[in-house]
């Protein structure tokens, strides 16, 4: 049996969870917000503090609202559905602040969270297994938490619209045609997962049926009948995944029908988008943070800017327009190519790409620098790289950060040489605990 206790909801962790203090003891509960009180079903122990889950509420957030989605408390994907717009953001520009108060000592102000107009059906990138049920129906969802149970999902709020009618028809063409379900424990069956990727800006939408097997019987028909049940789709890409691993996409392609990529813009400039391709999954949002990272540049003195972890080279080629030079460095090789085709077609012609670590790529480059725009993965970036920026003198940095608390570890080492002027959060996705942090910082 589980122990249960009554707690206080007074924060909330870096993961979305809220935090219960009784006894010296922390626990971490999904689905309660600041103020709330409740019994707390207490699961599991992990490095010091106590998991688990609500029992009964007694005090409700005045901000707590219904959520969209009616799975949203046992999916795991969105921490905060349950709790009203304003109130995400402010926890985001919450946490952001006192990440960067404890763990970087850094007091600047920081600006509210820039949010969505309308905060749902955002994703670009939808991405569900298939597999069957107790009963053997298929179905295709998302995981539980910690588990290889499929949810069922019909619709998700917070993916494009267009994504929820084209995978209920696969899944009814799947059943019709009778093509094998891939089975997780004995690796029989074919279809694995269903990926689809939807472009913004033009009406174009990519499916990538993930298989085991190459040319699988009755592709053909496959094929035909879903571009005929949705017209809307421009491409279908077959991608084989032969290995019994969690990442989706294997190594062999395979184009069944329309060009096998994508296109979108972001800021006017346009981009191919692949089955693999790392693309930004917010297109409304990742202008904004773009836009809000460049205002910061003052581009009339002509800099040379190093884009560094620069993915496909979105920033740093919106940055060339008006800079004199651009570095772009991606230690990514699929990445770092489409970075170049992706310079190519907009006829963008001053900036170099180079396929690399970026810190060995920055200790060992000798152009000096004017402007360093960094966007590092969540682990953030590394002394080798920082302490480059701190010895050769760049004037100005703008720092693009995934994860608060690893930004936070690094602004407290570039604090000794630079002043942390702006701080930008944009809510790049709405409904969960994520939070994207821009920082300006300018040469004592
Ligand atoms: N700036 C891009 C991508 C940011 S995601 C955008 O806005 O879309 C972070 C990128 O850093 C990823 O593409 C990842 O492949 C890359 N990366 C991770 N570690 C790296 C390293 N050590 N050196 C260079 N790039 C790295």
Not at 235 to 263: A, C
Not at 302 to 317: E, F, N, R, S
Not at 331 to 354: G, L, Q, T
């Amino acid at each position: 049996m589980n122990r249960i206790i009554k707690g206080k909801c007074v924060d909330i962790s870096s993961e979305g969870k809220g935090v219960v203090k009784n006894n010296k003891d922390i626990y971490f509960v999904d689905g309660l917000f600041i103020g709330e009180e409740a019994d707390i079903e207490v699961l599991y122990q992990r490095a010091g503090v106590y998991f688990g889950k609500v029992k009964k509420l007694y005090k409700l957030s005045e901000h707590r609202i219904q959520p969209k989605c009616k799975i949203c408390t046992s999916c795991g994907g969105c921490q905060y559905q349950q709790i009203d717009y304003q109130t995400q953001l402010q926890y985001k520009t919450k946490r952001v602040e006192e990440a960067l108060k404890r763990i970087g000592g850094i007091n600047t102000p920081v600006l509210p969270c820039i949010g969505m107009d309308n905060p749902y059906y955002y994703r670009n990138k939808i991405q569900m297994p298939f597999g069957k049920d107790r009963k053997g129906n298929v179905v295709y969802g998302f995981y539980r938490e910690n588990s290889h149970e499929i949810i069922p999902v019909k619709e998700c709020m917070i993916e494009d619209k267009r994504a929820a009618s084209i995978l209920w028809d696969i899944k009814e063409l799947v059943k019709e045609m009778k093509i094998p379900i891939y089975n997780e424990d004995n690796g029989k069956g074919i279809l694995r997962y269903v990926l689809i990727r939807t472009s913004y800006h033009f009406s174009e939408l990519m499916v990538v049926l993930v298989t085991s097997m190459m040319n699988f019987p009755g592709q053909r028909n496959f094929v035909d009948a879903l571009i005929k049940k949705h017209p809307e789709i421009t491409t279908i890409v077959e991608n084989v995944n032969k290995r019994h691993t969690n990442v989706i996409l294997g190594q062999e392609e395979k184009v069944l029908y329309g060009p096998g990529f994508i296109k979108d813009k972001i800021l006017d400039l346009t981009f191919e988008i692949s089955p693999s391709s790392f693309f930004q999954v917010n297109p409304l949002q990742v202008e904004k943070l773009y836009q809000n990272a460049l205002n910061l540049i003052d581009f009339k003195n002509k800099p040379v800017v190093l884009d560094a972890y620069a993915g496909v080279g979105t920033i740093g080629l919106i940055a060339a327009r008006n800079a004199k030079q651009v570095i772009s460095v991606e230690i990514n090789k699929d990445a770092s190519r489409n970075a170049k085709e992706n310079a190519k077609r907009n006829n963008v012609n001053n900036i170099e790409f180079y396929c690399d670590d970026a810190s060995k790529f920055i200790a060992n480059l000798d152009t000096p620098l004017d402007i360093v725009i960094m966007d590092p993965p969540r682990k953030g970036s590394d002394e080798v790289f920082l302490s480059t920026l701190l010895n050769n003198k760049v004037k100005q940095i703008i720092y693009v950060s995934c994860d608060p608390e690893t930004l936070a570890r690094d602004l407290k080492y570039l604090s000794s040489s630079y002043q942390v002027k702006y701080v930008q959060p944009v809510d790049m996705f709405p409904m969960t605990a994520h939070v994207e942090t821009i920082v300006g910082l300018y040469r004592k």
